[in-house]
């Protein structure tokens, strides 16, 4: 599965958009682009996923570029509660499918 | 409809016990998964099962034992605890095994091995 690389810590205003990226350069053309946020200790709360096309639903947008090498995740009005740590994960078909996580993003959205 | 369940919520164990850490969900899903993370980390895969009767092994199962005899029931078995396995255990379910398929987990089990 490729590696993902995001920003280690990144701070949002209350209402604003949040925009966090994710590089995946050695994405293969059938793996999935996954996003994931961990509130404090609690399971993993999928949010979207992508293969090729931007994919928007209740919670946020995803943006994948056309070379797909890197998405960008939008929450478009964060609010305290989306304070938690996102994980932008590649999937592929590799060893039981499995979801293969980095260190992720820690989001503090601020008042 | 629960989703995934995963009991208990917290255990504290002896070094050399064992123990079963339980999963169930209620969503018919075939692909059922046991993850383990450390503090600071991400998630590792520590077994993973496609269907009833079948299951197989992720990047770290030495130490813990699975089974699937029911598809809405995935149980971890440590047989002997040690301390390197104190961690937080999340089970996660997906409709298959499809990539396009999101997981769905659990809240997650608290082990510590004194």
């Known amino acids: 599965d490729a590696k993902t690389t995001q920003p280690t810590s990144m701070d949002c205003a209350e209402g604003r958009a949040a925009n966090l990226p994710c590089n995946h350069s050695?994405?293969?053309?059938?793996?999935?682009v996954y996003w994931y946020r961990q509130i404090h200790s609690q399971g993993p709360q999928y949010i979207i996923h992508g293969l090729k096309n931007n994919e928007t639903n209740e919670m946020a947008s995803l943006i994948i570029t056309e070379d797909r090498k890197s998405s960008t995740l939008i929450l478009p009005h964060a609010t305290l509660r989306d304070t938690a740590v996102y994980y932008c994960i590649v999937r592929g078909q590799a060893a039981g499918n499995k979801l293969t996580f980095g260190g992720g993003t820690r989001v503090l959205v601020k008042p | 409809n629960a989703g995934v369940t995963q009991t208990p919520k917290f255990q504290v164990l002896k070094t050399g016990q064992s123990m079963t850490l339980q999963c169930a969900q209620d969503m018919n899903h075939e692909y059922m998964s046991w993850y383990r993370q450390d503090p600071g980390m991400g998630l590792r895969l520590i077994h993973y099962?496609?269907?009833?009767?079948?299951?197989d092994q992720g990047e770290v199962p030495n130490g813990y034992n699975v089974s699937r005899s029911t598809t809405e029931d995935f149980p971890l078995r440590l047989l002997s605890a040690a301390p390197s396995q104190t961690s937080v255990y999340f089970c996660?379910?997906?409709?298959?095994?499809?990539?396009?398929?999101?997981?769905?987990f659990g809240s997650g089990t608290q082990l510590s091995v004194l």
């Open positions: 050695t994405i293969s053309g059938n793996e999935y």
């Open positions: 099962s496609v269907g009833a009767g079948i299951t």
């Open positions: 996660a379910s997906s409709r298959d095994r499809s990539t396009n398929e999101k997981l769905f």
